[in-house]
């Protein structure tokens, strides 16, 4: 049998752009035609596969531009949900928030993206206001989403899934309320008794989110808008339906570095892994290929060593007031941004904030400017020997953000290691990061800047590219299965991958 399942994954720390690759594995389904019989509905259907996102909640999002030009950023459905002959999953390792997936889905519709079919798994954990103000309170490094918490509670055997919210009369609901509510209470008063003059209204507003009775009204509430999609037989019949060949592309959420499995205290609350979803969902094989995505000059929001950084990600305004502090505006071209680099040279706040208006990188969900750095091979040499180093499937690194890039430096600098006390660093440990980021230095490396610009499906390269791309393979082993030279979906070279 020809298994067919490929995990897409960001390496770096989120926002990679990992939604250009899935469009680029889920065409080559389109492309083929190949049609199987999907059991999972009332009746049979015909489709071309499954997209599944394993893992991740409302704390990230990605952004799709309908055909009127509308932008609508996703949070936790799969990318392919705008492409026909899909079965798009949220998996059972992902969270959602209820309000915000419907209002989610809603968005899509109104601007005729949401064409695949849509099912959500049983077991996949809601969120609930208490989490969101249990985050809040606490002053967390996030984006405030109560991600954290219901993965906590989940955890503790607490938590509330789908499965609650469509067949509330099946489940003793009132038992598990009221243990959620008795959990809750008891971790806010924790808190509380820590803080000094917290306000009566919050305590008592608290009391409030986290009565049975107010739970109950809000799990209710969606019961039958989410009743037609949540589907039990996803439990049985899609680990059945990949041993018999059918596509099944898996795309995390987040980053693999930022995943609780390395233990990262800045990261994510979920498990980011290529294997992931089959362990969530009781598949019984690995896949049979890994794509692997970055960017050259990767991004990182939030709390957590960054080493290389241009400039300091926490100090920089959003996008808007970064046009203003160079008396810019939104009209302003890329030609514009690289004439402020001409005349702060060798700037390295100008170079970050230069970097984040070429790319636009400013968080789709929370607004918030990324910090931008060179690419670290520590961190992919890493990956060979976590992730890639594997006799049972192909592996495959893919760099976005190639393009303009050499108009705003004459030589691309890379992390080649670091050297802490005496000590020479070629591989990345995310402990030894965050404890010890002010006793490392970086080594770096650069390579001449290419000249002219890069158009997808360019069959030659320029020799300088060739020569970086080539020096990335050798460092870290790893196939580069193609580069993004744009925005668009669309806009990619392929190197070592096979576009077929």
Same mark, same amino acid.
């Given at each position: 049998?020809?298994?067919?399942?490929?995990? &897409?994954?960001?390496?770096?720390?989120?926002?990679?752009?990992? !939604?250009? &690759?899935?469009?680029?594995?889920?065409?080559?389904?389109?492309?083929? !035609?190949? /049609?199987?019989? +999907?059991?999972?509905? *009332?009746?049979?259907?015909?489709?071309?596969?499954?997209?599944?996102?394993?893992?991740?909640?409302?704390?990230? !999002?990605?952004?799709?531009?309908? /055909?009127?030009?509308?932008?609508? #950023?996703?949070?936790?459905?799969?990318?392919?949900?705008?492409?026909?002959?899909?079965?798009n999953i949220v998996g059972a390792g992902c969270v959602v928030d209820l309000a915000g997936l419907k209002k989610e889905i809603d968005e899509f519709k109104e601007n005729n993206l949401f064409i695949g079919k849509l099912i959500i798994d049983p077991r996949v954990n809601i969120i609930i206001e208490a989490y969101r103000a249990l985050d809040g309170f606490r002053g967390k490094f996030s984006t405030g989403s109560g991600i954290a918490d219901v993965y906590g509670h989940a955890a503790k055997r607490d938590g509330l899934c789908m499965a609650d919210v469509v067949e509330s009369d099946k489940r003793k609901l009132d038992l598990k309320l009221s243990k959620l509510s008795k959990s809750l209470r008891a971790e806010f008063d924790g808190i509380v008794k820590e803080r000094d003059n917290v306000k009566?209204?919050?305590?008592?507003?608290?009391?409030?989110?986290?009565?049975?009775e107010f739970l109950k009204e809000h799990i209710s509430k969606y019961n039958?808008?989410? !009743?037609?999609?949540?589907?039990?037989?996803? +439990?049985? /019949?899609?680990?059945?339906?990949?041993?018999?060949?059918?596509?099944?592309?898996?795309? #995390?959420?987040?980053? $693999?570095?930022?995943?609780?499995?390395?233990?990262?205290?800045?990261?994510?609350?979920?498990?980011?892994?290529?294997?992931?979803? %089959?362990?969530?969902?009781g598949i019984p094989i690995v896949p049979q290929e890994i794509h692997m995505i970055t960017k050259l000059f990767p991004s990182r929001v939030g709390n957590?060593?960054?080493?290389?950084? %241009?400039?300091?990600?926490?100090?920089?305004?959003?996008? +808007?007031g970064t046009l203003e502090k160079y008396k810019l505006d939104f009209d302003s071209t890329e030609n514009d941004f690289l004439e402020v680099v001409k005349q702060n040279p060798n700037d390295r706040e100008v170079l970050g904030d230069v970097l984040r208006l070429v790319y636009n990188e400013f968080g789709e969900t929370t607004g918030r400017a990324r910090g931008k750095a060179p690419l670290d091979l520590t961190y992919l040499r890493t990956?060979?020997?976590?992730?890639?180093?594997?006799?049972?499937?192909?592996?495959?690194?893919?760099?976005?953000?190639?393009?303009?890039?050499?108009?705003?430096? *004459?030589?691309?600098?890379?992390? /080649?290691? $670091?050297?802490?006390?005496?000590?020479?660093?070629e591989e990345y440990l995310t402990i030894r990061a965050n404890c010890d980021n002010e006793k490392m230095s970086a080594n770096i490396v650069e390579f001449d800047s290419w000249k002219g610009d890069l158009v997808p499906n360019q069959s030659e390269l320029p020799e300088e590219l060739n020569e970086m791309i080539n020096y990335i393979k050798y460092q870290t082993k790893l196939s580069v299965g193609g580069i993004g030279v744009g925005r668009k979906d669309l806009d990619l070279i392929y190197i070592d991958y096979k576009n077929n």
């Open positions: 049998m020809n298994y067919n399942v490929k995990s &897409v994954l960001g390496v770096s720390w989120g926002d990679e752009g990992k !939604g250009k &690759v899935i469009n680029a594995l889920s065409s080559n389904i389109i492309n083929k !035609g190949v /049609e199987y019989v +999907c059991n999972m509905f *009332d009746t049979e259907i015909k489709i071309l596969g499954y997209s599944i996102r394993s893992n991740g909640g409302p704390n990230g !999002g990605h952004a799709l531009v309908a /055909e009127n030009g509308v932008k609508v #950023t996703g949070h936790v459905l799969p990318s392919t949900i705008t492409k026909k002959g899909f079965v009566q209204d919050v305590i008592l507003n608290f009391e409030k989110i986290t009565d049975v039958k808008i989410f !009743g037609e999609l949540v589907n039990f037989k996803i +439990c049985t /019949e899609l680990p059945k339906d990949v041993l018999r060949g059918v596509p099944l592309l898996n795309e #995390t959420s987040q980053s $693999y570095f930022l995943s609780l499995s390395q233990n990262n205290q800045n990261g994510t609350s979920s498990i980011v892994d290529p294997n992931w979803v %089959f362990i969530s969902q957590g060593a960054f080493i290389g950084e %241009f400039g300091d990600r926490d100090l920089a305004p959003n996008r +808007c990956l060979y020997t976590n992730i890639a180093a594997s006799p049972v499937n192909k592996s495959y690194l893919w760099i976005n953000q190639v393009d303009v890039a050499n108009e705003i430096f *004459d030589k691309i600098p890379f992390i /080649e290691s $670091y050297e802490f006390e005496d000590e020479t660093i």
